[in-house]
């Protein structure tokens, strides 16, 4: 057994969106009537983005996915591992060295429909695709939702200095926008036109989240933290 220096104490994730939503959670026809512009087309582009930037920003701050999309996740280590032995400890089951009660991973947007596929790296990059359904449960009803290394399972080997685990999951209330509860694209409808309303006037989407009424609409969506 040997010793492994450069103990981490704080873990480092990335998150990407990797597959955009197919559609935006408010028509163009729905922000034109709540702004009013219904007999022109001129700002039809403009309004457009306004939608996107909105959905997004109420996303990035929330934490919330609204349209399913995908995301790709890394981490450097498992959690829970101390990185400090790199035989027999590092390879143990769950039930070794930790009490017996799983670690948890949550993946950051939420809600979680589902985890697509999970890779390892070892130390030259090559990748080792896991078998999520015998490694890991998987819960879909917490948000956000959890990845957890199954009783008597051992965490996949991932050597890699970095970005050592890969995460592809799946997170939004659904493929349409019925799947929504109501009041998020009225949020979103309401933050595009108050930078529509303030265009030009040094509105930033900051300000308008929280101006427009956005962010209490959002408030009741988001996962508390006890």
């Not at 948890?104 to 359904?133: G, W």
Request: proline content about 5%; aromatic content about 8%.
């Amino acid at each position: 057994m040997t010793l492994r220096g450069n103990v981490q104490h704080h873990q480092h994730y990335g998150n990407v969106r990797v597959a955009n939503p197919t559609i935006e959670v408010v028509l163009l026809d729905d922000l034109k009537t709540h702004v009013r512009q219904l007999h022109t087309n001129d700002d039809d582009e403009y309004l457009l983005k306004l939608i996107i930037e909105a959905r997004e920003e109420i996303e990035d701050t929330s934490g919330l996915a609204l349209i399913s999309q995908t995301w790709q996740m890394t981490l450097d280590r498992w959690p829970g591992q101390r990185d400090q032995w790199w035989d027999g400890v590092r390879e143990s089951p769950i039930t070794e060295l930790d009490g017996g009660f799983p670690s948890i991973i949550e993946p950051i947007r939420y809600p979680l429909i589902s985890v697509d596929t999970i890779n390892v790296y070892d130390e030259d990059s090559n990748s080792t695709a896991v078998t999520i359904a015998s490694t890991f449960d998987i819960d879909l009803i917490s948000r956000p939702g959890r990845i957890s290394l199954q009783r008597g399972a051992t965490w996949p080997i991932a050597s890699r200095s970095i970005n050592s685990v890969e995460i592809n999951y799946t997170a939004g209330y659904g493929a349409a926008v019925s799947d929504i509860p109501t009041p998020l694209p009225r949020a979103v409808r309401n933050m595009a036109g108050y930078m529509y309303d303030h265009r030009g006037s040094g509105c930033t989407p900051s300000a308008a989240y929280k101006e427009s009424g956005a962010m209490e609409i959002v408030r009741r969506y988001r996962a508390a933290r006890l």
